[in-house]
């Protein structure tokens, strides 16, 4: 129950193109939903969050939509570019701010 | 500023042996955290801490693996007899309090392997 399934495993889009990963979760408990970018040998970075009372959060490029009756969330890159090429996780955070992670969808935009 | 930094980058040892794995937060974050990250997978979470007691340590997978903070800013994951299976990317995450909304800024990670 305390499993996010992350799809696809991996993903190629090209230039200018729209790259969607999807997440779903079970545990209604989780309260912030966090979207994570990680590059070779570095850590994982935030790169956007939302909280469970909002539908849609945009910064930049950047989409979380967001399915509380689904228990669904999906990140959209528009204008995909070859340096947004990495591992996105998403996560959910539980009391305390332990977070639980997808198995990553490694993204490559081909250029 | 600085980040958060994680010593050594990389471990090798062998089978039996003692490791430990170092975590430098950001500088005046009372929480810190450790997840362990497989090969081709998410982060998993292993221990929290807020200040320096261990606050939930419900992801420590058995009794070898041990985590302190003494002074509540550096932290040291602690593996006895290490197996294979430990072989891993290890991440030391800082934020500034476990408030919602508090990013957790993630370190570079220690590679271990055991051989």
């Known amino acids: 129950q305390q499993q996010v399934k992350q799809s696809p495993q991996s993903l190629i889009v090209q230039k200018g193109g729209i790259s969607i990963i999807n997440c779903a979760y079970e545990?209604?408990?989780?309260?912030?939903f966090p979207w994570y970018q990680q590059f070779p040998g570095k850590g994982p970075a935030l790169l956007i969050a939302i909280r469970p009372d909002v539908s849609e959060k945009k910064e930049g490029r950047f989409t979380i939509s967001f399915n509380k009756s689904a228990k669904q969330f999906s990140l959209h890159i528009m204008d995909s570019q070859p340096g947004d090429s990495a591992t996105y996780f998403c996560?959910?955070?539980?009391?305390?701010?332990?977070?639980?992670f997808g198995a990553g969808t490694i993204l490559r935009v081909k250029s | 500023g600085a980040g958060v930094s994680q010593t050594p980058s990389n471990k090798v040892t062998e089978k039996g042996k003692y490791v430990e794995l170092r975590c430098d937060p950001i500088?005046?974050?009372?929480?810190l955290y450790w997840y362990r990250q497989s090969l081709g997978q998410g982060p998993e979470f292993l221990i929290y801490f807020q200040g320096t007691g261990a606050a939930d340590d419900s992801g420590l997978p058995n009794d070898r693996f041990f985590a302190v903070r003494p002074e509540g800013s550096v932290s040291t994951l602690k593996i006895q007899r290490t197996e294979r299976g430990d072989s891993a990317v290890y991440l030391c995450?800082?934020?500034?309090?476990?408030?919602?909304?508090?990013?957790?800024?993630f370190g570079p990670g220690t590679r271990l392997t055991v051989l």
């Open positions: 996560a959910a955070r539980l009391v305390g701010n332990k977070l639980v």
């Open positions: 500088s005046g974050h009372t929480a």
């Open positions: 995450a800082s934020s500034l309090t476990l408030n919602l909304g508090d990013t957790q800024y």
């Open positions: 545990n209604t408990a989780f309260d912030y």
